[in-house]
């Protein structure tokens, strides 16, 4: 069944935000402090767990993999509401800012992901 | 006609909303066929599109949600909004692999590191620069250069004023969009073709939003490894930047 592949995904969502959120609180900070990566690791455990148990039916595989595949669509909709004209707007600072930032975390990027290839292999 | 069109308008948005994006990347999907013969990817240019839709939506309404503004298309919100895109996120985990995402885990938390601490540090360098002087606003705008969030949850925390959280918004929102526009065009250089590179993106380069629509334009299957570093992006930045990355400010003016 489709549904319990879906109902999975949420719970595993609803867990990993809620632990999120009760971290924030605990560090005292007002954001949900990786409570999408909380929740992502959930799914890979469960997925683990299901296929060794033999219960990963592609009913259940279709029920997460649907919003999955619907993720690049959702994307797209997120664009579409970003408030691009006040980015724009926000002046030479934040046009200059937001350049040099993701230009030097791009090279970061460059820097660290050649240097760790390096490493491993 | 026109009043079945203002019911259908108000009653199915959501409906509406996965129609107009369907349409949208059929249109990107031909557009990168006919026009770019497959060398830019049809996601990368829905997503430009969308920004450019975005900023038309602003101009026509005058409002803050982009094309959202428009009634016709208020369900984009619903659609696009955090609750659908964390949930979709988190499903893209399902195939993730494990032994490569723990592979990257340590460089992932590095990279998370000086993704908060760099993008802060040239905020606030350039708020200097700009004449700024005063530690609340320096480490507000350099919080807005870590992601939106990150901006005005310092500077509500530090009580900021109100120009100085536009600005920082501003310049939060400008990097999430530049991330999502300039991703492919840079993943080449960014060596972004492998799960660990995937994850040290995630953790440098930040915000959910920017992450996510960047690495989606440029190969679907390294979205969940960047994701999962790139949540904890904001967290991260809400817990340094109003307490050790403003007491660093604070001490240096």
Excluded at chain 1, 11 to 32: D, P, Q, S, Y
Excluded at chain 2, 18 to 31: D, R, T
């Amino acid at each position: 069944m489709a549904i319990y592949g879906t109902a999975l995904l949420a719970l595993c969502t609803l867990i990993g935000v809620a632990l999120g959120e009760a971290l924030g609180m605990a560090l005292h900070v007002k954001a949900n402090v990786g409570g999408v990566g909380i929740a992502m690791m959930l799914l890979i455990a469960a997925r683990l767990w299901l296929a060794r148990t033999g219960r990963l039916t592609p009913g259940l595989k279709l029920g997460v993999e649907f919003w999955a595949l619907m993720y690049i669509p959702i994307v797209v909709a997120m664009a579409a509401q970003q408030n691009v004209l006040a980015a724009l707007e926000g002046g030479p600072m934040a046009v200059l800012t937001g350049v040099v930032v993701v230009a030097i975390c791009f090279c970061l990027v460059a820097l660290l992901s050649r240097s760790a290839g390096a490493h491993h292999d | 006609m026109i009043e079945i069109a203002h019911k259908v308008i108000a009653d199915q948005s959501l409906v509406l909303a996965f129609a107009a994006v369907g349409a949208l990347m059929w249109i990107s999907a031909m557009v990168s066929r006919l026009l770019f013969r497959g060398r830019i990817h049809a996601s990368a240019i829905a997503i430009m599109a969308a920004l450019a839709l975005a900023w038309y939506g602003g101009i026509i309404t005058g409002g803050k949600k982009g094309l959202a503004d428009v009634p016709a298309f208020a369900g984009l919100l619903l659609m696009g909004g955090a609750m659908l895109r964390d949930f979709a996120i988190v499903a893209t985990a399902f195939e993730v692999d494990p032994i490569e995402a723990r592979k990257a885990g340590l460089l992932g938390a590095f990279a998370l590191l000086l993704g908060t601490v760099v993008p802060f540090a040239v905020g606030a360098g350039i708020a200097w620069s700009f004449g700024y002087r005063d530690a609340v606003s320096l480490a507000t705008l350099g919080a807005g250069a870590v992601t939106y969030i990150v901006g005005p949850v310092t500077g509500a925390a530090l009580g900021a004023s109100s120009p100085v959280m536009a600005l920082s918004i501003a310049t939060g929102v400008l990097k999430a969009v530049l991330v999502m526009a300039t991703t492919p065009m840079a993943a080449r250089f960014m060596g972004l073709n492998n799960p660990r590179s995937a994850m040290i993106f995630g953790g440098l380069a930040g915000t959910v939003s920017g992450v996510a629509g960047g690495l989606a334009a440029t190969d679907e299957k390294l979205v969940p490894y960047g994701a999962l570093t790139a949540t904890f992006h904001t967290g991260l930045g809400c817990l340094l930047a109003p307490s050790v990355l403003f007491l660093i400010v604070k001490a240096l003016v």
